[in-house]
């Protein structure tokens, strides 16, 4: 399996985006899959798991955000001025055995690599850092992620199925990382004032990670390729999707990512 597909999407929408990640998934038989892709427009998406009442509905109607479930779990991420990955892989493979922590961990090291090559002094946060659970993905931390002086700086979730699994990725390249405060629901607005102290006491974006220096999301998706390669001998072969993973993709965000029903059935 040392030849991997790595396929370049450009922005599409939220239901899009996670039709051909689960298409990727439901379809594997083969090759790993790298995918980077963007959101147009900006998007609200949940975890697999998350509750629709975490949304504040008015401030995602004025932000013009679409919702989206992902097919992963963790907490809400809005995606914005971000890089987005989605890697799949067999259940087979190497990257993808022992438990869930050490695959993270596998995958994170490789992340660190990528960074500390475009000059951001990322480390993996380690030991133990349980706190209460909280509705957005980077208030929460964990022991396998990414941070930079002590912030999070790469979200991180996936969803494992017998013959494959499926991990995200999100690393925001710039803006405010406490704006996902105001697409979710608080109870008033000391609570909400309180989520985005803590956004921006626990995350980071690239610019500010890097000082300033400009890092483009081509530069960022380069250098995770080339972190993969280096560390693992790999071969990456540009592709799209295959007949049966397009289809299987259509059918996915007619029915379910695209179905307000199904994004809001929980």
């Known amino acids: 399996m040392r030849q991997w597909r790595l396929i370049q999407g450009g922005p599409a929408t939220g239901a899009r985006n996670m039709a051909v990640d689960e298409a990727l998934l439901v379809e594997m038989q083969g090759s790993p899959v790298l995918r980077f892709y963007s959101w147009k427009p900006y998007c609200l998406s949940l975890g697999y798991g998350q509750r629709c009442s975490v949304v504040h509905r008015q401030g995602l109607a004025d932000g013009g955000y679409s919702l989206v479930r992902r097919p992963s779990g963790g907490g809400a991420i809005l995606h914005a001025q971000e890089v987005t990955w989605c890697l799949?892989?067999?259940?087979?493979?190497?990257?993808?055995?022992?438990?869930?922590?050490?695959?993270y961990r596998r995958i994170a090291v490789v992340m660190r690599e990528a960074m500390q090559s475009l000059g951001i002094a990322a480390l993996l946060r380690e030991g133990d850092v349980s706190r209460p659970a909280r509705p957005a993905c980077f208030e929460t931390p964990a022991w396998h992620e990414l941070v930079v002086s002590h912030r999070k700086l790469l979200g991180c979730a996936?969803?494992?199925?017998?013959?494959?699994?499926?991990?995200?990725?999100?690393?925001?390249?710039a803006g405010?990382?406490?704006?996902?405060?105001?697409?979710?629901?608080?109870?008033?607005?000391?609570?909400?004032?309180e989520a985005v102290l803590r956004l921006r006491n626990q995350a980071i974006t690239l610019a500010d990670a890097s000082q300033g220096a400009a890092v483009s999301a081509g530069q960022v998706a380069q250098a995770i390729v080339d972190a993969f390669r280096a560390s693992?001998?790999?071969?990456?072969?540009?592709?799209?999707?295959?007949?049966?993973?397009?289809?299987r993709a259509q059918i996915l965000e007619e029915g379910r990512y695209g179905n307000p029903d199904w994004v809001c059935r929980r």
């Not at 990257?95 to 869930?100: K, P, T, V, Y």
């Open 88 to 103: 799949v892989l067999p259940a087979t493979h190497p990257l993808a055995s022992g438990s869930i922590n050490d695959g």
């Open 158 to 173: 996936r969803v494992q199925r017998r013959h494959a699994l499926l991990q995200h990725g999100s690393l925001p390249l």
């Open 176 to 193: 405010d990382v406490a704006a996902i405060s105001a697409v979710l629901d608080y109870p008033d607005a000391l609570a909400r004032e």
């Open 232 to 247: 693992y001998d790999l071969e990456f072969v540009d592709s799209g999707l295959t007949a049966a993973e397009n289809e």
